[in-house]
């Protein structure tokens, strides 16, 4: 029975590569965007865990997390006049693919050495080592998962920009992306390193938790040049580009669908019309209106598999790409579920769009069928 399915796929090449294709692109597009979904989605709960008591300061229009920012000394005189501030923290991230055959995105973030706690939190533990400590210099601790890549260990060096530094602990596992896969060095030896005397986003602690909200609208007010970010704020503009990407995965799904299961009924009626006598003779020599209309539907059905098989592959290729091309902002993760929801969507697409060519297939009138030429 599937030998007899095979052959019939492969009758005309062509047709079947063509319907085969497009499901694939559909797929794909679904998956690799569904991907960015869940990477941001990923993101936003680390970004939540790092600005939970905190307001981010970063300049208007920088980009996601302010990365593309360039804040001075200057901005920081200015939160300074603000009220209310138990502290102020300037953070520097740097951004490095290592150059191997690993591939793997690492980031340096350089933060004043006796505050290391407003970025990795009060609670982190070490796994190695010790944490950094108030006039530390050239000396890093490592997250879990970069020292677990690059078998790194209390004692080893990793050079940024020409400048090495002492690895002095290894940072218990966290599950926070951005903690696990950075190296945090003193923001001064990361400046020099960089010849730079900017930074990309300022920690502002608050005195009262409750003022957070107001202190935050006061840091606006106070500069044209400055934006904030309180978790409310973050976990907010964060859900609506998660939302967008979904609601713009769902169109390209919708579309498809469309598409691919217009293709795939065109395939099927085209295949029933070619193959009319055959049938015939099937339904002459015994076979009932189920087993034919049973062989068209995992015809249909298989075709479609093989087009949600290669779009899930072409998804996650596409998506390890453009996580690479995020250069680390941004990791695109394909989950289980969204690889099973493609492969699901594309056996349902060749199951509705093979079902009417299935039942005319089913309905032939052996009689007429024998007749036909």
């Not at 933060?111 to 950094?132: A, W």
């Not at 691919?260 to 020599?285: D, H, Q």
Request: one cysteine or more; charged letters at 25%; proline letters at 2%.
């Amino acid at each position: 029975m599937i030998d007899i399915i095979f052959k019939n796929i492969m009758r005309n090449k062509t047709r079947t590569f063509l319907t085969v294709l497009g499901i694939l692109i559909g797929i794909g597009a679904v998956v690799s965007l569904g991907s960015i979904a869940e990477g941001i989605d990923a993101t936003v709960q680390s970004g939540l865990e790092l600005t939970a008591g905190k307001i981010m300061v970063i300049e208007k229009d920088s980009g996601f997390f302010g990365f593309l920012g360039e804040l001075t000394d200057e901005d920081i005189e200015v939160i300074e006049n603000v009220g209310g501030i138990k502290d102020i923290v300037p953070v520097l991230a740097y951004v490095e693919r290592f150059k191997s055959t690993a591939g793997y995105d690492w980031s340096a973030i350089g933060i004043d050495p006796g505050k290391t706690e407003y970025f990795v939190g009060e609670n982190i533990e070490m796994e190695e080592g010790r944490s950094l400590e108030e006039d530390d210099t050239e000396v890093a601790v490592v997250g879990n998962d970069m020292a677990e890549k690059y078998d790194l260990h209390v004692g080893d060096t990793w050079t940024i920009q020409k400048m090495e530094f002492e690895i002095v602990g290894i940072i218990e596992k966290t599950n926070i992306q951005d903690i696990d896969t950075s190296i945090i060095v003193p923001l001064q030896d990361l400046q020099d390193a960089l010849e730079s005397d900017t930074f990309q986003m300022i920690y502002v602690i608050p005195e009262d938790l409750r003022d957070t909200e107001i202190i935050a609208e006061n840091i606006k007010e106070a500069s044209d040049r400055l934006d904030t970010l309180t978790t409310k704020e973050f976990a907010r503009q964060a859900s609506e580009i998660v939302e967008r990407i979904r609601f713009f995965t769902m169109g390209i799904g919708a579309i498809a669908a469309v598409v691919g299961g217009l293709g795939v009924m065109n395939t099927m009626i085209m295949s029933v019309i070619e193959r009319r006598r055959e049938i015939g003779v099937l339904k002459a020599v015994g076979a009932t209106n189920h087993m034919v209309l049973r062989q068209i539907l995992t015809e249909s059905a298989l075709i479609s598999l093989m087009g949600g098989i290669g779009g899930i592959i072409i998804g996650i290729v596409t998506s390890f790409l453009l996580g690479s091309m995020a250069r680390g902002q941004i990791q695109a993760v394909v989950t289980p579920q969204l690889a099973l929801t493609g492969l699901v969507f594309a056996l349902c697409l060749g199951l509705i769009g093979g079902y009417y060519p299935a039942i005319k297939a089913a309905r032939l009138d052996p009689v007429e069928a024998l007749r036909y030429e």
